[in-house]
């Protein structure tokens, strides 16, 4: 069966060196069958450049995801930036993707660097139109995304970075496209590549950015279901249908838990055989079962799940965003992360006897639970809890 087709969405930014607040600030918005991502770029630094782009960026936002024309969009922006004192003028540039679940759509620029679109494996131009709205060019493309496709926009400090060290005059748009043509590979979530850019920006800072740099992108992707089930059901006699649930259809399938283990292979017959390598001496190891993607232990994984979860969503870490690490944590983290664009979860309200002794209790599970849910649809994930 061909699998649905989907859109997810990211970004990464880097705070000028000295700076506590970034001046570029992306927003996004899901109305219907339409997904919509500014980055907007404030003139100068700081509060001021805080101020100016988060105006911009939200105002935008709500009116292209509401429909309204482009024409009255800027009108509007032009209106409502409050003028800075110093320069006498209210400026900030800013790109806009606005495209339906099909990929269909346009792309709109007004003084940020061109954006990237990454396409069958290689970055290729963008056909563009020149609007004139209120005396300010603005540059239009019309979008139809395909598979793994990618359309990056950026604030001005990528193609600025490393000017004055290691490149006279920056970095420049070839080289990121040189960087992309080399670095990016189909796989990759749009999180995942935005912050591989980013850090790429930053090396070439030498860690002190000197001027607010984001990178933001949509990407149109396969739709992977997770079904990750935790923790038996409170009545024993649901087990066959809570698991018979829990295996239906073309999903990723997770257990965590021992006692979840032992009921979903005592439901569909298959030998739980427990891993005795400790990749990571701080996270019991996992297990295999016929049927079944991944298995590992509960709360402590989650407990490290839920840490690698929040910097996951931390727009300024960038840690990679990819885990090659083979402990119980790191491979549910690419699962969930990186791979599944939907996760339902299976929780089971049962008490653990194995606990009694530890300080451990399902008001504890149900919290891990419900902060991790919240974290994933923070990512862009669309999540399904349902309880037994």
């Known amino acids: 069966m061909t699998k649905k087709l989907c859109l997810e969405h990211g970004y990464t930014s880097l705070i000028q060196w000295g700076e506590e607040l970034c001046g570029d600030k992306v927003e996004y918005a899901v109305n219907g069958d339409y997904t919509t991502v500014v980055l907007a770029d404030g003139l100068g630094h700081g509060v001021k450049a805080n101020i100016l782009a988060t105006l911009t960026s939200k105002i935008l936002c709500t009116m292209f995801s509401a429909g309204r024309s482009v024409e009255e969009c800027v009108d509007t922006i032009i209106q409502s930036l409050p003028v800075c004192k110093e320069r006498g003028v209210a400026y900030s540039t800013f790109s806009v993707i606005h495209v339906n679940n099909n990929g269909v759509g346009y792309l709109l620029e007004f003084d940020n660097p061109k954006a990237i679109y990454w396409h069958e494996g290689r970055c290729v131009e963008l056909p563009c139109s020149k609007l004139t709205v209120h005396g300010k060019t603005v540059y239009q493309s019309e979008l139809s995304l395909s598979e793994d ?124 055989e427990p891993v005795l390598d400790f990749p990571d001496r701080d996270i019991p190891p996992i297990a295999h079962m016929e049927g079944i993607d991944l298995v590992t232990e509960g709360v402590i994984t989650f407990r490290r799940l839920l840490e690698l979860s929040d910097k996951y969503i931390s727009v300024t870490d960038l840690s990679p965003k990819t885990y090659t690490a083979r402990d119980g944590a790191s491979l549910l983290a690419q699962m969930l992360f990186e791979e599944a664009t939907d996760i339902k979860f299976f929780v089971g ?16 599970k149900l919290r891990l639970v419900d902060r991790l849910a919240e974290n994933l649809r923070r990512m862009g994930k669309r999540v399904v809890l349902t309880y037994d």
């Open 349 to 364: 309200q049962a008490v653990n006897k194995a606990h009694s002794d530890l300080p451990i209790d399902i008001t504890m």
């Open 149 to 272: 496709d990618i359309i990056f926009v950026m604030s001005d400090g990528t193609v600025h970075a490393g000017i004055g060290g290691m490149f006279d005059f920056g970095w420049k748009r070839s080289g990121i496209i040189a960087y992309l043509n080399r670095e990016i590979k189909p796989g990759l979530s749009a999180r995942a590549a935005c912050c591989l850019l980013a850090s790429a920006c930053n090396l070439f800072y030498k860690g002190k950015p000197g001027d607010d740099t984001t990178v933001a992108a949509i990407k149109m992707r396969k739709q992977v279901w997770a079904n990750l089930m935790i923790g038996p059901p409170v009545d024993r006699e649901q087990d066959y249908a809570v698991v018979a649930n829990f295996m239906e259809g073309d999903t990723l399938k997770i257990v965590c838990g021992g006692t979840s283990s032992n009921v979903v292979s005592r439901c569909i017959g298959s030998e739980l």
